[in-house]
């Protein structure tokens, strides 16, 4: 049975070692199924899923995304909704690195997969899990239009300014070396929602979103475009992140290189993988650095405060960019989750005349105001829903919108 109130998006976010799927309706966001398949190529894997019956989980060997992707189906098969039952228009990618290329939502084709391969040296923790997701669905799914949605894309609209690096003409021309900017589905929706939250056309609002997750980036949005952002070529740039470091003097490897021997593979996956929290206190997940911190633990004191640093760096940087802020918005695990974090950055900013409401701050579930009303920014909770944007996007891309 496909009727018009069945359309669903099957949207797929794969990672590394991980595949996220949710069955989302594109006009509402609505969720009729969510899942996970967890440590795919590891020894003990995972595989959840989540529908109207309940959470399911099965602990399993997964070998590669191929399997992953037969679990999906398994999932809905056994435990629903039915995938035979809906009108599936699409399925809508996520795809980390888009480069110059994409600046919109765009119809996977074999050209689009051959960009998306040749980027890979720019995103290597994540486009291969992209491009691996996106040919296991491909099989998978064969009748369904396949839609990939760009993590840079809404950051093509930054100006030359702050898209550009001050190195070489070749580099910049010939090796395309420029900021390009992450996270910009989350950013788009976010910076969307604050302006319905402040009842104010979109046009009319400059936002800084903070989306703190285990990636983590600022962006800087003036009339519902992205001006700045702090993932650069790579999402290494910006913000401490849970296992890579954000901003470094660029002198760096060069030092290590004379110091220590240091190759650029191991700098490399140092930065991608070792630094960042990890890289201060052992542990790349921010609940664990809290519990640690509260137990007496200096580094992860210190991680803390590092972390809040850096947001400052940015929130800051950003207002002046600006000109003007009139919202400041925190997104994803950490941004959601941890009012601590929120309130460290909030009150440093007491001098520009931001007032944190503690009370709001502290019990802040889904979408909340934590600054007062008589606040000089208001800073708000925003649950980012990166699923919802790409089913809406995708869905619009087949002409399903
Ligand atoms: N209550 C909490 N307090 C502090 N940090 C939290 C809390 N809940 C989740 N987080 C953190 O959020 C981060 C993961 O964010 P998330 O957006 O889920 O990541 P991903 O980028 O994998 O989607 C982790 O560092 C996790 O510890
Ligand atoms: C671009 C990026 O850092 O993504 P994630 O936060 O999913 O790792
Ligand atoms: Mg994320």
Request: overall charge negative; charged content about 20%.
């Amino acid at each position: 049975m496909t009727t018009a109130h069945t359309r669903r998006v099957l949207v797929v976010n794969a990672g590394s070692s991980s595949l996220k799927y949710q069955l989302v309706d594109p006009d509402t966001g609505r969720s009729d199924a969510t899942g996970l398949v967890e440590r795919i190529g590891l020894p003990a894997g995972r595989a959840r899923h989540t529908c109207s019956s309940g959470t399911h989980v099965h602990e399993l060997t997964v070998p590669d995304h191929a399997r992953a992707m037969e679990l999906l189906r398994d999932a809905f098969a056994e435990h629903g909704p039915d995938l035979a039952e809906v009108e599936l228009v699409a399925v809508g990618h996520r795809v980390v690195h888009g480069g110059a290329d994409f600046s919109e939502p765009t119809l996977i084709t074999p050209a689009v997969v051959d960009a998306v391969r040749r980027l890979i040296p720019l995103a290597p923790l994540h486009n291969p899990g992209n491009l691996e997701g996106i040919e296991v669905a491909q099989r998978t799914f064969a009748d369904v239009p396949q839609v990939a949605v760009f993590d840079t894309a809404f950051h093509q609209t930054m100006p030359a300014e702050a898209s550009t690096y001050a190195v070489p003409r070749a580099w910049r021309l010939q090796h395309r070396v420029r900021r390009y900017g992450f996270h910009g589905t989350s950013h788009a929706y976010v910076s969307r929602r604050v302006a319905e939250l402040l009842g104010r056309p979109v046009e009319e609002v400059r936002s800084v979103v903070l989306h703190l997750g285990n990636g983590a980036s600022a962006t800087a949005v003036d009339g519902g475009r992205s001006v700045d952002t702090s993932m650069g070529l790579t999402p290494l740039e910006g913000l401490v992140m849970g296992t890579r470091p954000g901003d470094l003097d660029p002198g760096l490897p060069r030092h290590l290189a004379e110091v220590a021997g240091i190759s650029v593979e191991d700098y490399d996956r140092a930065l991608s993988k070792e630094s960042g929290l990890l890289g201060l206190t052992g542990s790349a997940d921010m609940r664990e650095v809290m519990e640690r911190r509260e137990a007496g633990d200096a580094d992860a004191a210190l991680a803390f405060d590092v972390v809040v640093h850096r947001l400052l760096h940015y929130v800051g940087g950003y207002a002046a960019v600006l000109g003007r802020l009139d919202a400041l918005a925190f997104t994803a695990g950490i941004g959601e989750h941890s009012p601590e974090i929120r309130a460290a950055v909030l009150s440093r900013l007491a001098g520009f005349g931001v007032e944190l409401d503690e009370a709001a701050n502290a019990s802040a579930d889904g979408e909340t105001l934590i600054t007062t009303p008589g606040s000089s920014v208001a800073a708000f909770v925003v649950p980012t829903n990166e699923e919802w944007e790409i089913a809406s996007q995708a869905a619009e891309v087949v002409g399903a919108g």
